[in-house]
Protein backbone atom coordinates (compact mmCIF):
# COMPACT_ATOMS: atom_id res chain seq x y z
CA UNK A 1 0.00 0.00 0.00
CA UNK A 2 1.43 3.47 -1.34
CA UNK A 3 2.96 5.72 1.49
CA UNK A 4 -0.59 8.72 1.60
CA UNK A 5 -2.66 5.30 2.58
CA UNK A 6 -0.20 4.44 4.89
CA UNK A 7 0.04 8.00 6.38
CA UNK A 8 -3.90 8.09 6.95
CA UNK A 9 -5.49 7.36 9.96
CA UNK A 10 -8.15 4.76 9.27
CA UNK A 11 -11.15 6.09 11.54
CA UNK A 12 -14.29 5.06 9.97
CA UNK A 13 -17.25 5.68 12.85
CA UNK A 14 -19.48 7.93 12.45
CA UNK A 15 -17.49 9.84 9.79
CA UNK A 16 -17.87 7.30 7.24
CA UNK A 17 -20.41 8.66 5.18
CA UNK A 18 -20.97 8.30 1.85
CA UNK A 19 -21.27 12.24 0.49
CA UNK A 20 -21.30 11.19 -2.78
CA UNK A 21 -19.86 12.61 -5.91
CA UNK A 22 -18.35 16.33 -5.66
CA UNK A 23 -18.95 18.86 -7.95
CA UNK A 24 -19.85 16.17 -10.77
CA UNK A 25 -17.26 15.52 -13.26
CA UNK A 26 -17.72 19.03 -15.21
CA UNK A 27 -17.21 21.72 -12.08
CA UNK A 28 -13.91 19.65 -11.20
CA UNK A 29 -12.49 19.74 -14.64
CA UNK A 30 -13.70 23.23 -14.88
CA UNK A 31 -12.00 24.01 -11.48
CA UNK A 32 -7.99 22.53 -12.60
CA UNK A 33 -8.25 23.92 -16.09
CA UNK A 34 -8.37 27.37 -14.65
CA UNK A 35 -5.66 26.17 -11.91
CA UNK A 36 -3.61 24.73 -15.33
CA UNK A 37 -3.96 28.13 -17.02
CA UNK A 38 -2.34 30.28 -14.07
CA UNK A 39 0.63 27.92 -12.81
CA UNK A 40 4.19 29.47 -13.00
CA UNK A 41 6.70 28.30 -15.22
CA UNK A 42 8.64 26.58 -12.36
CA UNK A 43 5.34 24.65 -11.48
CA UNK A 44 4.60 23.98 -15.73
CA UNK A 45 8.27 22.30 -15.41
CA UNK A 46 7.76 20.52 -12.74
CA UNK A 47 4.31 19.64 -13.38
CA UNK A 48 5.18 18.10 -16.82
CA UNK A 49 7.98 16.01 -14.95
CA UNK A 50 5.34 13.90 -12.51
CA UNK A 51 3.03 13.62 -15.52
CA UNK A 52 4.09 14.75 -18.87
CA UNK A 53 1.68 16.38 -21.33
CA UNK A 54 -0.99 15.05 -19.53
CA UNK A 55 -3.58 17.85 -18.05
CA UNK A 56 -4.75 18.65 -13.99
CA UNK A 57 -8.22 18.23 -15.76
CA UNK A 58 -7.50 14.28 -16.86
CA UNK A 59 -7.12 13.92 -13.21
CA UNK A 60 -9.67 15.85 -11.65
CA UNK A 61 -11.99 13.22 -11.18
CA UNK A 62 -10.03 10.45 -10.60
CA UNK A 63 -10.61 10.22 -6.54
CA UNK A 64 -14.35 10.26 -6.63
CA UNK A 65 -13.90 7.16 -9.74
CA UNK A 66 -11.46 5.31 -7.18
CA UNK A 67 -14.88 5.10 -4.93
CA UNK A 68 -16.31 1.93 -7.45
CA UNK A 69 -13.14 0.42 -6.42
CA UNK A 70 -14.25 -3.33 -4.89
CA UNK A 71 -11.07 -4.01 -3.34
CA UNK A 72 -11.24 -2.21 -0.53
CA UNK A 73 -7.89 0.07 -0.62
CA UNK A 74 -8.97 3.26 -1.12
CA UNK A 75 -12.14 2.99 1.36
CA UNK A 76 -10.22 4.69 3.90
CA UNK A 77 -9.84 8.03 1.40
CA UNK A 78 -13.80 8.58 1.06
CA UNK A 79 -13.76 10.77 3.87
CA UNK A 80 -11.16 12.95 2.59
CA UNK A 81 -13.17 14.72 0.22
CA UNK A 82 -15.25 17.26 3.44
CA UNK A 83 -15.27 18.53 6.79
CA UNK A 84 -18.56 19.18 9.09
CA UNK A 85 -18.32 22.18 11.13
CA UNK A 86 -21.83 23.09 12.90
CA UNK A 87 -22.50 26.63 11.95
CA UNK A 88 -19.92 29.08 12.89
CA UNK A 89 -19.92 32.75 12.49
CA UNK A 90 -16.49 33.97 12.86
CA UNK A 91 -12.88 32.42 11.62
CA UNK A 92 -11.75 31.77 14.83
CA UNK A 93 -14.49 29.76 16.22
CA UNK A 94 -14.43 27.95 13.06
CA UNK A 95 -10.42 27.28 12.70
CA UNK A 96 -10.85 25.77 16.34
CA UNK A 97 -14.02 23.24 15.18
CA UNK A 98 -11.56 22.44 12.36
CA UNK A 99 -8.54 21.63 14.15
CA UNK A 100 -10.64 19.78 16.51
CA UNK A 101 -12.17 17.39 14.05
CA UNK A 102 -11.35 13.77 14.47
CA UNK A 103 -9.67 11.58 11.50
CA UNK A 104 -8.60 12.88 8.19
CA UNK A 105 -10.74 15.32 6.54
CA UNK A 106 -10.53 17.51 3.43
CA UNK A 107 -8.57 20.26 5.90
CA UNK A 108 -6.15 18.03 7.18
CA UNK A 109 -5.68 16.12 3.83
CA UNK A 110 -5.04 18.83 2.00
CA UNK A 111 -2.11 19.68 4.29
CA UNK A 112 -0.76 16.49 4.15
CA UNK A 113 -0.90 16.32 0.47
CA UNK A 114 0.54 19.24 -0.36
CA UNK A 115 3.93 18.54 2.06
CA UNK A 116 3.98 14.81 0.24
CA UNK A 117 4.64 16.36 -3.03
CA UNK A 118 6.91 19.24 -1.78
CA UNK A 119 9.40 16.16 -0.11
CA UNK A 120 11.70 15.28 -2.22
CA UNK A 121 11.89 11.84 -0.26
CA UNK A 122 8.37 11.28 -1.62
CA UNK A 123 8.40 8.48 -4.70
CA UNK A 124 7.87 10.02 -8.03
CA UNK A 125 4.52 7.34 -8.02
CA UNK A 126 3.47 8.19 -4.96
CA UNK A 127 4.12 12.35 -5.56
CA UNK A 128 1.24 11.57 -8.94
CA UNK A 129 -1.33 10.36 -6.75
CA UNK A 130 -0.87 13.03 -4.23
CA UNK A 131 -1.28 15.43 -6.52
CA UNK A 132 -4.61 13.86 -8.26
CA UNK A 133 -5.92 13.93 -4.69
CA UNK A 134 -5.19 17.95 -4.26
CA UNK A 135 -6.49 18.61 -7.40
CA UNK A 136 -9.80 16.83 -6.32
CA UNK A 137 -9.38 18.30 -2.81
CA UNK A 138 -9.22 21.63 -2.91
CA UNK A 139 -11.77 21.62 -5.44
CA UNK A 140 -14.31 19.85 -2.90
CA UNK A 141 -13.54 22.80 -0.41
CA UNK A 142 -14.69 25.02 -3.21
CA UNK A 143 -17.66 23.17 -2.90
CA UNK A 144 -19.93 24.97 -0.44
CA UNK A 145 -21.85 21.90 1.38
CA UNK A 146 -18.76 20.04 1.63
CA UNK A 147 -18.34 21.90 4.21
CA UNK A 148 -21.59 21.64 5.84
CA UNK A 149 -23.49 19.94 8.45
CA UNK A 150 -23.29 16.34 9.52
CA UNK A 151 -26.81 16.24 10.98
CA UNK A 152 -27.73 16.12 7.36
CA UNK A 153 -24.79 14.90 5.94
CA UNK A 154 -23.82 18.07 3.91
CA UNK A 155 -27.17 18.29 2.10
CA UNK A 156 -27.45 14.88 1.14
CA UNK A 157 -30.59 14.17 3.44
CA UNK A 158 -32.49 17.94 2.06
CA UNK A 159 -34.56 16.29 -0.52
CA UNK A 160 -35.78 18.94 -2.69
CA UNK A 161 -36.35 18.82 -6.79
CA UNK A 162 -34.96 20.49 -9.76
CA UNK A 163 -37.10 21.55 -11.99
CA UNK A 164 -39.16 18.28 -10.96
CA UNK A 165 -36.02 16.06 -11.04
CA UNK A 166 -35.77 14.30 -7.62
CA UNK A 167 -32.15 15.46 -5.98
CA UNK A 168 -31.07 16.84 -2.84
CA UNK A 169 -29.34 19.88 -1.64
CA UNK A 170 -25.58 18.47 -1.87
CA UNK A 171 -26.20 17.08 -5.74
CA UNK A 172 -28.15 19.86 -6.56
CA UNK A 173 -24.59 21.64 -5.70
CA UNK A 174 -22.78 18.85 -6.70
CA UNK A 175 -23.79 19.06 -10.41
CA UNK A 176 -26.90 20.02 -11.65
CA UNK A 177 -26.62 23.25 -11.43
CA UNK A 178 -23.03 23.15 -13.03
CA UNK A 179 -24.68 21.12 -15.81
CA UNK A 180 -27.73 23.57 -16.36
CA UNK A 181 -25.17 26.14 -17.51
CA UNK A 182 -24.91 23.99 -20.88
CA UNK A 183 -21.12 24.79 -20.93
CA UNK A 184 -17.97 22.69 -21.85
CA UNK A 185 -15.37 22.94 -18.94
CA UNK A 186 -12.98 24.44 -20.99
CA UNK A 187 -15.46 27.15 -22.31
CA UNK A 188 -16.71 27.21 -18.46
CA UNK A 189 -13.11 28.04 -17.29
CA UNK A 190 -12.76 30.31 -19.83
CA UNK A 191 -15.73 32.27 -19.58
CA UNK A 192 -14.66 32.75 -15.66
CA UNK A 193 -10.87 33.01 -15.62
CA UNK A 194 -11.09 36.80 -16.75
CA UNK A 195 -10.04 38.34 -13.51
CA UNK A 196 -6.85 41.29 -13.33
CA UNK A 197 -3.25 40.10 -11.95
CA UNK A 198 -4.32 42.18 -9.20
CA UNK A 199 -7.76 40.33 -8.46
CA UNK A 200 -6.29 37.09 -8.58
CA UNK A 201 -3.72 37.93 -6.06
CA UNK A 202 -6.12 38.94 -4.07
CA UNK A 203 -8.34 36.18 -3.99
CA UNK A 204 -5.10 34.03 -3.87
CA UNK A 205 -4.50 34.90 -0.54
CA UNK A 206 -5.79 34.00 3.49
CA UNK A 207 -4.71 30.66 4.91
CA UNK A 208 -6.52 26.85 3.96
CA UNK A 209 -8.76 27.79 7.02
CA UNK A 210 -9.91 31.10 5.34
CA UNK A 211 -10.76 29.46 2.00
CA UNK A 212 -13.01 26.66 3.97
CA UNK A 213 -14.62 29.36 6.06
CA UNK A 214 -15.28 31.24 3.00
CA UNK A 215 -16.87 28.00 1.69
CA UNK A 216 -18.40 27.37 5.10
CA UNK A 217 -20.14 30.98 4.75
CA UNK A 218 -21.15 29.96 1.62
CA UNK A 219 -22.97 27.05 2.92
CA UNK A 220 -24.97 28.89 5.28
CA UNK A 221 -26.47 30.97 2.68
CA UNK A 222 -27.37 27.84 0.91
CA UNK A 223 -28.96 26.68 3.98
CA UNK A 224 -30.60 29.42 5.14
CA UNK A 225 -32.70 29.70 1.08
CA UNK A 226 -33.26 26.29 0.62
CA UNK A 227 -36.40 24.54 1.76
CA UNK A 228 -36.64 20.89 2.16
CA UNK A 229 -39.05 19.37 -0.37
CA UNK A 230 -39.31 22.76 -2.58
CA UNK A 231 -39.78 22.51 -6.57
CA UNK A 232 -36.73 24.90 -7.61
CA UNK A 233 -36.25 25.79 -11.45
CA UNK A 234 -35.42 29.33 -12.82
CA UNK A 235 -35.31 31.37 -9.68
CA UNK A 236 -32.80 29.02 -7.97
CA UNK A 237 -30.44 28.90 -10.15
CA UNK A 238 -30.99 32.96 -10.89
CA UNK A 239 -30.42 33.32 -7.06
CA UNK A 240 -26.94 31.18 -6.76
CA UNK A 241 -25.73 31.10 -10.38
CA UNK A 242 -23.12 34.06 -9.13
CA UNK A 243 -22.03 32.33 -5.98
CA UNK A 244 -21.85 28.55 -8.31
CA UNK A 245 -19.32 30.71 -10.57
CA UNK A 246 -17.54 32.28 -7.53
CA UNK A 247 -16.72 29.24 -6.35
CA UNK A 248 -15.65 27.19 -9.53
CA UNK A 249 -13.14 30.41 -10.28
CA UNK A 250 -11.70 30.94 -6.65
CA UNK A 251 -11.56 27.20 -6.54
CA UNK A 252 -9.58 27.32 -9.44
CA UNK A 253 -7.11 30.19 -8.47
CA UNK A 254 -6.25 28.35 -5.20
CA UNK A 255 -5.52 25.04 -6.51
CA UNK A 256 -3.70 27.61 -8.75
CA UNK A 257 -1.49 29.26 -5.90
CA UNK A 258 -1.01 25.55 -4.21
CA UNK A 259 0.86 24.22 -7.19
CA UNK A 260 2.67 27.12 -7.70
CA UNK A 261 4.17 26.84 -4.13
CA UNK A 262 4.38 22.85 -4.00
CA UNK A 263 5.70 22.12 -7.38
Known amino acids: MNKILKNSILVLALLSFNFGYSWGTTGHRVIAEIAQNNLNGKAKRNLKKLIGDQKLAYWANWPDLIKSDTTGVWKPTDQWHYVNVPKQTNIKQFAESLKAQAGPNIYSQIKVLSEQIKDKNTSKQDKEIALRFLIHLVGDAAQPMHVGRFEDLGGNKIKLKFFGENTNLHSLWDSKLVDFQKYSYTEF ?15 QTGTLEDWLYDSHLAANRIYANSVADSNYSYDYNYKFNPLLERQLLYGGLRLAKILNEVL
Open 189 to 203: ARVLDVKSKEEVKLI
